[in-house]
């Protein structure tokens, strides 16, 4: 099975390019089969790792960014594969 895990952050104003440099360069301790990294406007970034594994696997995640770099609580989200169409 693939499971993704999306970790999601949104930079305080004008503070995404060091957000994006930050979650770049987090590493996990395993590696996942890929992992992608996107960035959007109100400087917000997300970060998808795709696994293979049961969708309850204990896998490593991205950590939350200190709290004077980001606006709110990241947001986290697990989905499994629902085959491709």
């Given at each position: ?78 989905f499994e594969s629902a085959g491709e169409d």
């Open positions: 099975m693939t499971v993704a895990l999306m970790w999601e952050a949104r930079a305080v104003a004008g503070r995404g390019e060091e957000l994006l440099s930050w979650a770049r360069a987090q590493t996990l301790s395993r590696r996942p089969l890929r992992r992608e990294t996107f960035r959007a406007p109100e400087d917000r970034v997300l970060v998808i790792t795709w696994w293979d594994a049961p969708y309850d696997a204990d896998l490593p995640e991205l950590p939350d960014p200190d709290p004077d770099l980001v606006t709110r609580a990241v947001h986290r989200w697990r």
